[in-house]
């Protein structure tokens, strides 16, 4: 498993991102992804998923009509379009198949991201 994020960076609060996640070493077409987050001295949670499937998405609830998950299966492709984003965004972004995300090496370096005045 391989999976590198980019696209972070410091936004002023309503601004927009959009994240990308380029990802090999198993089957993505047949894959649910998702985008994490982790703040400073928070845990790990999870952001959005897509089961690339059926196209189903799922989104915690304090980003849910903000944020949009997609995929692009010809580049092995995972985005997080953020709009509206707000201070309590700010965190290092990850994305996984969380059919690994128990092995610490499936992890990749994730994005920041920070967003301020």
């Known amino acids: 498993v391989h999976l590198v994020e980019s696209g972070g960076g410091l936004v002023q609060p309503g601004g927009s991102l959009k994240l990308s996640c380029a990802a090999s070493?198993?089957?993505?077409?047949?894959?649910?992804m998702a985008w994490y987050r982790q703040a400073p001295g928070k845990g790990r949670e999870v952001v959005a998923s897509?089961?690339?499937?059926?196209?189903?998405?799922d989104y915690k609830d304090s980003v849910r009509g903000r944020f949009t998950i997609s995929a692009d299966n010809a580049k092995n492709t995972v985005y997080l379009q953020m709009n509206n984003l707000k201070p309590a965004d700010t965190a290092v972004y990850f994305c996984?198949?969380?059919?690994?995300?128990?092995?610490?090496?499936?992890w990749g370096q994730g994005t920041q991201v920070t967003v301020s005045s």
């Open positions: 897509l089961n690339i499937v059926n196209g189903r998405t």
């Open positions: 070493g198993f089957a993505f077409s047949s894959s649910t």
């Open positions: 996984n198949n969380p059919r690994y995300i128990s092995r610490s090496d499936s």
